[in-house]
């Protein structure tokens, strides 16, 4: 198969890549010009803003399966920067869908949105299921919603094979510290290597939220490709969503240090949403996936990975 990871230098991307490289699958994946691939695939530079750039490079590869990772990816930034945002996440999935719509009509388009669609759900709704009605809660979710939209209008008008995801928190090794693992993991590191004073800042720890390992998310995502439906969209993550405290604790725990925990008001966002749990029956029944790593793991192989970076700097 030959598979084209649009987004590849991403957090994602690198695991995606990755695991299809290991099932034997012909892998493309794209970048910005400032940004570098280093898993062992053909690489090309592109930005999803170019319309026909994209065209070009589909028609040039014909892939048999397109992976849609691009994106802004953080709710945090989303706030700062809408416009932007928006521009990526909305804008950049049309040039997608077109372009593949007219070069790569045969293709599988795999979407990739987010739990955070959901938006403000009553926790009796918990765990939510993909017929849920979306109530986007910040301007990130706003933006997957409309992609998503997007994508089934073109299944319905241009019969194309596309899979849609939300695919709910995930995390592990290598990825931005603007995620909360990686963040509180990368804080403690810093604490244990003497680079930061022995206190932690967080934000809000009530939340509850759906973690899943980057490692399990790739697995689902190639699984998709074999037995997902056509125009479905699916529920990826854990189903059992467990509070940022937890998260803190767990990470505090492992630390070597005592470490003093401290509210930021900044880590504080202008919208939470209470709780964030989903129903993942739907791609269980269809594929035959769930999450096989536990919280916990996830935790300790980030906090080991930001040990080692840190102690090379």
């Avoid at 949105?113 to 939510?128: L, Q, V």
């Avoid at 990368?186 to 022995?198: D, F, M, S, W």
């Avoid at 536990?294 to 906090?303: A, G, K, M």
Wanted: glycine residues 6%.
């Amino acid at each position: 198969m030959k598979a084209l990871i649009i987004g590849g230098a991403g957090f994602v991307g690198g695991y995606l890549t990755d695991e299809l490289l290991s099932a034997g699958h012909e892998v493309h994946a794209t970048c910005l010009e400032n940004e570098d691939i280093t898993e062992k695939c053909a690489v090309h530079h592109l930005d999803i803003m170019d319309k026909e750039a994209i065209g070009r490079l589909i028609c040039e590869i014909s892939p048999d399966v397109v992976y849609h990772l691009a994106a802004q990816s953080s709710v945090a930034l989303s706030w700062k920067i809408p416009q932007k945002t928006a521009e990526i996440n909305i804008v950049g999935a049309i040039n997608v869908l077109e372009a593949v719509r007219e070069f790569a009509e045969k293709a599988r388009l795999i979407m990739i949105g987010s739990g955070e669609e959901y938006g403000y759900i009553a926790p009796n709704a918990c765990p939510i299921k993909e017929s849920e009605p979306l109530a986007p809660a910040n301007i990130y979710a706003v933006t997957k919603a409309a992609q998503e939209m997007t994508a089934k209008v073109y299944v319905r008008a241009y019969h194309m094979d596309i899979v849609m995801v939300r695919a709910f928190n995930h995390s592990g090794p290598r990825q931005s510290i603007a995620f909360v693992i990686s963040d509180f993991c990368r804080q403690i590191a810093a604490v244990e290597c003497g680079l930061a004073p022995p206190e932690m800042l967080v934000g809000n720890l009530s939340a509850k939220r759906d973690f899943t390992d980057v490692r399990d998310i790739v697995r689902a995502y190639g699984l998709l490709v074999e037995k997902g439906v056509s125009g479905k969209v699916y529920n990826v993550g854990r189903g059992n969503a467990v509070s940022i405290q937890y998260i803190l604790n767990t990470a505090l725990a492992m630390s070597h240090s005592r470490i003093e925990v401290k509210n930021d008001p900044k880590r504080m966002r202008a919208s939470d949403i209470p709780i964030i749990e989903p129903d993942v029956s739907e791609i269980f029944r269809d594929t035959g996936w769930k999450a096989e790593i536990s919280v916990e793991r996830t935790i300790e192989d980030t906090l080991n990975y930001w040990r080692e970076v840190l102690k090379r700097s």
